[in-house]
């Protein structure tokens, strides 16, 4: 018989949902599922203070789109030598997140930061624009096409000019690399220390409510969105981690 682990999985993996457990284990779970999960985080903090330094006469608005625990808010605050349960007057975070039990955590941990309760179909409007929006693992949550293109729509309006958006997905292989894909990634999770029972049963728990795009869709789609520039700034496989840049005019 397999044992679970609680530590860094849910006790019934079928039934996939954020909640109160899930969201207790979620940052432990998503570095063992994620390949270079903590890596993203650290290089795109260590971008975003290189494009816009921490400055006290400028303070930094932040804002992460299924921020879940607040793990890019952590790392940087510790780029800046912060201590994340108390911040700082020159940056300014909002999380958003569709899971109460996430925000719950998160606020306990930083509560200084804004946290908004939402899901990505009905984002409201910040009010005051953000230098960067972070985006991470959220479109391939979303079915319609033209519900993502609305999402990064949203980005774009909320960012001000010369704001940059963070977005990294799984995204869907082509035909020829899928099966070489699926065997990479079931290995790397099995070297994380999920069984082959906790794999297939989290495969099965997300069967239904993943829908990943190809790397040249999703580009197209920012573009579309209103964006002047698509880079691309990380890669494992079929994940993948991207800049997207406001237009100053």
Not at 68 to 80: H, I, L, P, Y
Not at 205 to 210: D, F, I, N, T
Request: glycine share 6%; with cysteine; proline share 6%.
């Amino acid at each position: 018989m397999t044992i679970i682990d609680s530590r860094h999985y849910p006790s019934n993996p079928e039934m996939f949902v954020f909640d109160d457990e899930v969201s207790r284990i979620f940052p432990d779970m998503a570095r063992r599922s994620i390949p270079m999960y903590s890596e993203v985080h650290r290089l795109h903090a260590s971008m975003i203070f290189n494009y816009r330094p921490c400055s006290i006469y400028e303070p930094m608005r932040v804002c992460d789109i299924g921020a879940s625990r607040g793990e890019f808010f952590v790392e940087m605050c510790r780029q800046c030598s912060l201590d994340p349960s108390i911040g700082a007057g020159y940056l300014s975070f909002v999380a958003i997140d569709s899971s109460e039990p996430m925000l719950a955590l998160l606020s306990g941990d930083m509560p200084w930061v804004t946290t908004i309760c939402s899901d990505a179909l009905s984002l409201p409007e910040l009010g005051e624009p953000a230098d960067v929006i972070s985006m991470l693992y959220l479109l391939q949550f979303i079915k319609d096409g033209h519900d993502k293109l609305s999402v990064l729509q949203w980005a774009y309006r909320n960012l001000k000019p010369g704001g940059m958006l963070i977005l990294g997905q799984k995204e869907n292989p082509t035909k020829t690399y899928a099966e070489s894909f699926y065997k990479l990634y079931y290995e790397f999770r099995r070297r994380n220390g999920y069984t082959h029972e906790e794999i297939e049963a989290k495969n099965k728990a997300l069967a239904g409510s993943m829908w990943p795009d190809r790397a040249a869709w999703t580009e197209d789609q920012c573009y579309r969105a209103g964006f002047i520039d698509y880079t691309e700034t990380t890669r494992w496989l079929q994940f993948s981690t991207s800049i997207c840049t406001k237009g100053v005019v």
